[in-house]
Nanobody, 124 residues
Framework: QVQLVESGGGLVQAGGSLRLSCAAS????????MGWFRQAPGKEREFVAA????????DYVDSVKGRFTISRDNAKNTVYLQMNSLKPEDTDVYYC?????????????????WGQGTQVTISS
């Protein structure tokens, strides 16, 4: 069993930056992929980024490429989402998730464990 704790959300102006953190505990050695998703009220959860825990390969949705960077700290069992050049449309609740399939990293239903979510609000 893996537990995920998120932090780093907040309110920033457009063009600013935030860094989200997601710390994994428990059976972290069983995690093969860590993903970030976001969700606005009344909308479906959207894939944002993922990282292969062991190899470090990354994947991003087109809308955040060049602005967001996902990374990991193996010693701390922590994954980060550095968000730069933020836009109002980035306003969402952001969730980290732990899964076992790199092939299906963009599909939320393959992630077995989710963080509690952290609110990111970008003002104009």
């Amino acid at each position: 069993q893996v537990q995920l704790v998120e932090s780093g959300g907040g309110l920033v102006q457009a063009g600013g930056s935030l860094r989200l953190s997601c710390a994994a505990s428990g059976r972290a050695f069983s995690v093969f992929v860590m993903g970030w998703f976001r969700q606005a009220p009344g909308k479906e959860r959207e894939f944002v980024a993922a990282i292969n825990w062991s190899a470090g390969d990354t994947d991003y949705v087109d809308s955040v490429k060049g602005r967001f960077t996902i990374s990991r700290d193996n010693a701390k069992n922590t994954v980060y989402l550095q968000m730069n050049s933020l836009k109002p449309e980035d306003t969402d609740v952001y969730y980290c998730a732990a899964g076992i399939s790199w092939r299906y990293r963009r599909l939320e239903n393959q992630y077995g464990t989710w963080g509690q979510g952290t609110q990111v609000t970008i003002s104009s």
